[in-house]
């Protein structure tokens, strides 16, 4: 195990606080390393009470159902899960007596010194972009693994103990808050958008949670970002390193979109035709291009005609992740599209951007913070009617209402999908982007996607 490792086990004992996957994947790798561990986890269900029995049953002192705060208080660093809002009583705790926090992914990179990464944040399309650098580095034959808030804790990626040549990092705002040492060999910044205001006092703190993933940057550090994206650009202007530009519009970058000819550009000559990439929206050609980019500068060995090949056949083989503009499939002429991690307003404008059929948008879920009215062009544009539920119903009707259809639900979505079927004609769309979370009615952003295939796709009972 690495000395950062140790070091940080030296303190006293370590208190992790969350029991997800990422909480118990880094008690297990600080308890490979010598730390003496305490993990909890506020909640009561059935998958929290498992974990916390495996990690008894494995000599971890683990409990489910509440936090010791006096133990908590004691600890000599607290790890926390990025779930675990900053004013949860053992992060509060914690801070009130002095006691360091850090993230699962300081804690996992500290396993894994030297080993090179590419780091991705943003506001939209980290997933996709971690997803596809993953797949494209793999088409080049390099060893690669993701890991991060695209699924996979970092933690287990170290418990492996194998280095792979690769990692691909997806870093939410919340992951990058509480790493200190982030040093990316390539970083990533997709686009910066309103987001997560109901955890954020303001939007500056969101973004300067981005802004982390720059923190350690020098001369020789190499960053991709959005030319496209004038909050992006003005907020890195002044990182040190060099910058790789991508756009959808400027030829003049290092990776663009040539919309007159329909080809992706790299390093200034055509790589791919746009009918070639299997993914719906402009967006999506952004994300690809960042990818490319990332992958291109990342692998100088590979910045030939066969690494060209290579990256355009991997672009051609790449498909749409699940509840990420996956098209579900296509009923009586009427396509499905799931887009449930359309979690805020920019995404769920991006996503009805990208349509280019008359569009059913279910839109609504858990409130986070920002008018609707931010979209009401893109719904004007590209949406026959909204059908709004759950708990944001009655604020999507207000902010649209007045302006375009609107339908107002409460929390059956079996009925907003009995009504978006009944309103759709063959050509149309019906698209699940809800720019909301989904904890008022569902476990998660997944359940709620997984649940909008289920409905999309049953057969249909005739009357």
Known sequence: MSDALRALSARGEIAVIGLGASGAAVARLLARAGARVYASDAGTGEGVARTAEALSAEGIVAEAGRH???????????????????????????????????????????????????????TNGKTTVTAMIAHLLRALGHETVEAGNIGTPLSAVALEGTRPAW???????????????????????????????DRYATLE?????????FANATGASLRVVNADDAEVMRRTARVPGVARRFSLSDARCDAAYDAAHQQLVLAGAPLLERHLLPLLGAHNVANAL????????????????????KLAAGLMSFHAIKHRLEPVGEVGGVLWVNDSKATNIGAAKVALEGMTRPTVLLLGGRHKGERYTAMLDAVRA???????????????????????????????????IDRARALAVPGDVILLAPACSSYDMFKNYEDRGATFRRLALQPIVAP
């Open 68 to 122: 010791d705060l006096e133990r908590i208080a004691a600890s000599g660093c607290v790890v926390a899960s990025p779930g675990v809002p900053p004013t949860a009583p053992p992060l509060a705790t914690a801070r009130a007596h002095g006691v360091p926090i850090v993230s699962e992914i300081e804690v996992a990179l500290r396993a894994l010194p030297g080993v090179p990464y590419i780091g991705i944040t943003g």
């Open 290 to 309: 960042a990818a490319l980019l990332a992958v291109w500068n990342a692998c100088p060995g590979d910045q030939n005609a066969a690494g060209r090949a």
């Open 382 to 416: 590209h949406a026959k009617v909204v059908l709004a539920y759950g708990e944001a119903a009655p604020l999507i009707e207000a902010d649209l209402g007045p302006h375009v259809p609107v339908e107002r639900f409460g929390s059956s979505f079996g009925q907003v």
């Open 167 to 197: 990692v691909v990092i997806e870093l939410s705002s919340f992951q990058l808050h509480d790493t200190p040492s982030v040093a990316p060999t390539v970083a990533v910044l997709t686009n910066l958008a309103p987001d997560h205001l």
């Open 205 to 213: 703190e969101y973004y300067a949670d981005k802004d982390r993933l």
